[in-house]
């Protein structure tokens, strides 16, 4: 099993700026892949960005251009910077580690962004 831990959600104004981080531990050579997603209030969980093991990143269209995900295999982190942020972006933040026989899931972090 995989166990993930998000942190740096908090309040931002619209324009500004938030990194948040996601600490894999546990089984993670079992991960294939990494993703974030984000669920607002009333709305569905919709996936943001993935990462796979040899770097390679996806975005949804939604916030193409404004964030980026990394990885540091080192230190078996994957992060979320998140730029020009906007109220819509306002949501629990997930992380998600996927692979052949997990599928593992952090506890959300608030990101709220005020205009």
């Known amino acids: 099993q995989v166990q993930l831990v998000e942190s740096g959600g908090g309040l931002v104004q619209a324009g500004g700026s938030l990194r948040l981080s996601c600490a894999a531990s546990?089984?993670?050579?079992?991960?294939?892949?990494m993703r974030w997603y984000r669920q607002a209030p009333g709305k569905q969980r919709e996936l943001v960005a993935t990462i796979t093991n040899d770097g390679n990143t996806n975005y949804a269209d939604s916030v193409k251009g404004r964030f980026t995900i990394s990885r540091d295999n080192v230190k078996n982190n994957v992060y979320l910077q998140m730029d020009s942020l906007k109220p819509e972006d306002t949501a629990v933040y997930y992380c998600n580690a996927l692979g052949s026989v997990i599928n593992s899931w952090g506890q959300g972090t608030q990101v709220t962004v005020s205009s």
């Open positions: 546990g089984n993670i050579f079992s991960i294939n892949v």
